[in-house]
T-cell receptor, first 113, second 114 residues
Framework: DQQVKQNSPSLSVQEGRISILNCDYT??????FLWYKKYPAEGPTFLIS?????DKNEDGRFTVFLNKSAKHLSLHIVPSQPGDSAVYFC????????????FGTGTKLQVIP | DTAVSQTPKYLVTQMGNDKSIKCEQN?????MYWYKQDSKKFLKIMFS???????INETVPNRFSPKSPDKAHLNLHINSLELGDSAVYFC?????????????FGSGTQLSVL
C-alpha cells in the first residue's frame, strides 16, 4: 500500500520557467511533509518542509503548497535552473513518537538550458 | 568532512554470502536509520535506532541484523544474501527522531547479488 504517491515519474522544463512537482497521500494522519532532492550516486538531501498547520512554505526559489482536504502537495521551483535537474522525493510522517518517514517514488526533473 | 558516511559504496557478491555495510554520522544526532531503495526506486525504511536502542523494525527478513555500537554508528549485517536483496541501501540520521525532522542521508551502498 503506497501511502505517498508521485504519479509523474519525470518532468522536463525549460530553464527560467516554473517546475511544478506533485505529490498525493492517502494517510490522513500524516502531519509533516518534506521534499528531498537527489542527484545520481548521492543520498537524498533535504530541500523544504511543511507542517499541516500551514498551507504554504517558501524558501528562496522553492515553495511548497499543501492542500489537506485534497491530500495533495506540490513543490514549485521558480525560476528553474539546470542545477535543479535531479530526482525529487516527497516524504511524509505522522505526529507522535519516533517518526517513520514514508517516501514517494520520486519525480525526475530535467531542466533544459 | 562528510556528515553521514557509509562504506562500501559498491558491494558485489554471490548469493549465500554474508556482508556488512557500515555507517557513521558526525552530526551528534541521536537517531539513525537504514533505508532500502529497490529497483522501483521506492525508498522504504528498514530500521531505526535512537541512542543505540532499536525503535523501528519494519517487516524485514531475519537475515538482516542492524547493530549500533554507539549512537554515532549503525551497521547493517546481511546473512545468506539473496538475489532480491540487490538494491541501494541508505543510512540516515536525524537529531532526535521525532516526527517532522529532516533526515541526513549517506551517499548509499549499491549492493548487487549475483
Amino acid at each position: 500500500d503506497q501511502q505517498v504517491k508521485q504519479n509523474s515519474p519525470s518532468l522536463s522544463v525549460q530553464e527560467g520557467r516554473i517546475s511544478i512537482l506533485n505529490c498525493d497521500y492517502t494517510n490522513s494522519m500524516f502531519d509533516y511533509f518534506l521534499w528531498y532532492k537527489k542527484y545520481p550516486a548521492e543520498g537524498p538531501t533535504f530541500l523544504i518542509s511543511i507542517s499541516s498547520i500551514k498551507d504554504k512554505n517558501e524558501d528562496g526559489r522553492f515553495t511548497v503548497f499543501l492542500n489537506k482536504s485534497a491530500k495533495h502537495l506540490s513543490l514549485h521551483i521558480v525560476p528553474s535552473q539546470p542545477g535543479d535537474s535531479a530526482v525529487y522525493f516527497c516524504a511524509a510522517s505522522a505526529p507522535g513518537g519516533y517518526q517513520k518517514v514514508t517516501f514517494g517514488t520520486g519525480t525526475k526533473l530535467q531542466v533544459i538550458p | 568532512d562528510t556528515a553521514v558516511s557509509q562504506t562500501p559504496k559498491y558491494l558485489v557478491t554471490q548469493m549465500g554470502n554474508d556482508k556488512s555495510i557500515k555507517c557513521e554520522q558526525n552530526l551528534g544526532h541521536d537517531t539513525m536509520y537504514w533505508y532500502k531503495q529497490d529497483s522501483k526506486k521506492f525508498l522504504k525504511i528498514m530500521f531505526s535506532y535512537n541512542n543505540k536502542e532499536l525503535i523501528i523494525n519494519e517487516t524485514v527478513p531475519n537475515r538482516f541484523s542492524p547493530k549500533s555500537p554507539d549512537k554515532a554508528h549503525l551497521n547493517l549485517h546481511i546473512n545468506s544474501l539473496e538475489l532480491g536483496d540487490s538494491a541501494v541501501y541508505f543510512c540516515a540520521s536525524s537529531q532526535t527522531g521525532m516526527a517532522g525532522e529532516k533526515l541526513f542521508f549517506g551517499s548509499g551502498t549499491q549492493l548487487s547479488v549475483l
